[in-house]
């Protein structure tokens, strides 16, 4: 087993247990310069999986990078289409969403499914839940890995919510739970338990919200990826609702600006204003 192998297995190992601290160190003191073509796509993944956007875009932009494209093209070593998706999903990450966008709409879905999820994400990033469900639904038709078939339901569900059907959401995350069981990902559970939260927060059960905070919270640990970043959301929002203050939309206003998370920001004014018009 070669070096990089074995540094992917140790990184997906430390991601499924939720430990995206874990993956950071590992990849502390690896010089992107020096990465081989063949590593740099997985390796880019795990990144993104870790909420490490700006290696992630270090890794692939030689290869995909807009700057660079033309001269790639040239040399006969244009970018896959995984490639090419995998970059527009971290540029999505940093806040660069119709660049993202761009590069998505070009992509061949049969090559890349994943780029299916990743405009989906994009839809997210624009309000458009609506448009992110068909998307989603697709992406689900393919053939995918377990892992992939679960990040798929889990962001399904989240955007049933967003567009109100709550029901068929919480079917689903459900189903998807007991899923993620079988299969070890203690990160995918606790994105269910952060959904479920969702639905009860919006029916303000505030009760039942601090059940699902705390059985995802035992899950995993809350700093790190945008999807332990999107508990901490549900938490300082529930505190929100619960004492009535703006104190708690102030702190996540904070962190969502220094993720670049546009989305969230601007909920955050959304719950600050039925607090106080």
């Known amino acids: 087993m070669t070096r990089y192998e074995t540094l992917l297995q140790n990184c997906e190992a430390d991601i499924r247990a939720g430990r995206p601290i874990d993956v950071s160190r590992r990849l502390a003191r690896l010089n992107s310069k020096r990465v081989a073509r063949e590593w740099r796509l997985p390796l880019a993944r795990i990144c993104r999986r870790a909420g490490l956007y700006t290696l992630g875009l270090k890794l692939l932009g030689p290869v995909v990078g807009l700057s660079d494209l033309r001269r790639s093209e040239q040399a006969g070593h244009k970018a896959t289409p995984g490639e090419s998706a995998e970059y527009a999903m971290l540029l999505l990450r940093s806040g660069a969403v119709d660049e993202s966008l761009q590069i998505l709409s070009r992509v061949d879905y049969a090559e890349a499914p994943e780029a299916l999820l990743y405009r989906a994400f994009g839809c997210f990033l624009n309000w458009d839940y609506g448009l992110a469900v068909p998307a989603l639904r697709e992406y689900l038709q393919m053939p995918l890995t377990p892992s992939s078939i679960l990040n798929g339901r889990v962001n399904l569900a989240y955007a049933l919510v967003e567009c109100g059907e ?5 079917s689903l995350v459900d189903e998807t739970r007991q899923f993620a069981g079988r299969e070890g990902h203690k990160q995918a559970e606790s994105n269910c338990h952060t959904i479920l939260g969702q639905i009860f927060l919006l029916a303000d059960d505030f009760k039942r919200t601090h059940a699902e905070v705390e059985a995802a919270r035992r899950l995993v640990s809350v700093a790190g990826s945008h999807d332990q970043f999107n508990l901490t959301k549900l938490s300082l929002l529930l505190k929100a609702r619960e004492t009535r203050a703006q104190e708690p939309l102030q ?19 959304l719950y600050s204003l039925k607090l106080e018009f």
């Open 166 to 170: 709550f029901q068929e959401a919480a």
């Open 251 to 269: 702190q996540l206003r904070e962190l969502a600006r220094g993720r670049h998370d546009w989305e969230s920001l601007r909920e955050t004014d």
